[in-house]
């Protein structure tokens, strides 16, 4: 194992099924000469070619429907959105063709699209720029929606979106691109499945249950947690749709008590999406009411402190866990 960045860890995985599959190739905005807006395909154009590296115009209903069209005559395209906020001007496409096709054609075309968008807030670009979106097109059937915390995962989940006959969105946060974690070396094969989590941190006080960039304020929390008594176990769901509910489930009958952490709004999220399920699937286990971790309801302000305190952060969900977590026998004595 070496440790890399996470925009190398995609590097790599993209790479790699390029060699091993002459029909995947890549289009977006700037992925040539450039490398795109986060450097993700930088070198490719030189390995690949034109052929298989193909500028676009800035157009992104265009690259989704690209994508899709080509898709359909045999290829496998990973498309580059240059951000999720973006991705909004191709959302007829990848919501109704893109999702749909599959379906409305008995089976005859399969759509192994991969469509890969940077999200979300904490660099300063805006309301326009900060958003995340994985729960309007986690809401849609036909598209599985992912968004890994790690370049283990970056890496490995990306492999196995690439070789997907469904349309897979690949959604990842802008704040990760330079975290580094351990990763199989390079030609080492190895894939992670899209449709398990996975425990980041055993516990058996509480169940964190989050996503993407909130998994590593979740740990952070956690281990603050441990300080007072408090054993949280971190579950990285990995994929938003689909959603591994029998580890949340699993993880729920040990600690019986639940927070979900999100950085997207809370009203219809992500987050309350997940706990009604737990509500509908686990009630009978829980024994106090689920916390529920988010955004500030609001457009992402472009002020660096004003963005900072609209953003979730790790005191928020130590604050979440300590109100529903009974303290610990002994916890304050002497105080």
Do not use: C
């Not at 690209?66 to 898709?71: E, L, M």
């Not at 055993?202 to 956690?222: K, P």
């Not at 729920?252 to 952490?261: C, Y």
């Amino acid at each position: 194992m070496r440790t890399i960045a996470y925009r190398d860890a995609l590097r790599e995985a993209i790479r790699e099924e390029m060699r091993r599959d002459e029909r995947v190739y890549i289009l977006g905005e700037d992925i040539a000469g450039y490398g795109g807006t986060y450097s993700v395909t930088k070198g490719l154009f030189e390995e690949f070619g034109a052929k298989r590296v193909k500028d676009t115009p800035l157009a992104e209903e265009v690259i989704a429907g690209a994508a899709i069209g080509s898709a359909i005559g045999g290829l496998r395209p990973i498309a580059e959105l240059m951000t999720a906020n973006f991705s909004l001007l191709a959302s007829d496409q990848i919501i109704n063709s893109l999702a749909k096709f599959h379906y409305m054609f008995g089976g005859q075309s399969k759509l192994p699209v991969v469509i890969r968008m940077p999200g979300g807030g904490g660099a300063q670009r805006g309301a326009q720029h900060s958003q995340m979106l994985e729960t309007m097109y986690a809401h849609i059937p036909g598209l599985k929606v992912v968004m890994p915390a790690t370049p283990y995962d970056a890496k490995g989940m990306l492999k196995s979106a690439i070789r997907d006959d469904d349309p897979v969105l690949f959604i990842e946060h802008e704040l990760l691109y330079s975290v580094k974690g351990e990763v199989p070396d390079e030609g080492e094969e190895y894939t992670v499945p899209l449709n398990r989590g996975i425990v980041r941190r055993e516990g058996t006080d509480v169940t964190i249950v989050t996503f993407s960039r909130m998994v590593h304020l979740s740990l952070q929390a956690a281990e603050e947690l441990a300080k007072e008594g408090i054993q949280a176990e971190v579950i990285d769901l990995r994929s938003v749709r689909p959603i591994d509910l029998d580890l949340v489930l699993d993880s729920l009958r040990k600690t019986n008590r639940v927070v979900v952490a999100e950085e997207g709004w809370k009203y219809y999220g992500t987050g309350q999406g997940l706990a009604a399920l737990i509500y509908e699937y686990g009630f009978d286990y829980l024994d106090a009411p689920i916390g529920h971790v988010a955004g500030k309801d609001v457009p992402m302000p472009y002020s660096k402190p004003l963005e900072q305190a609209a953003l979730p952060t790790r005191d928020d969900i130590i604050a979440a866990v300590k109100a529903i977590v009974p303290a610990p026998a002994g916890a304050g004595a002497g105080a």
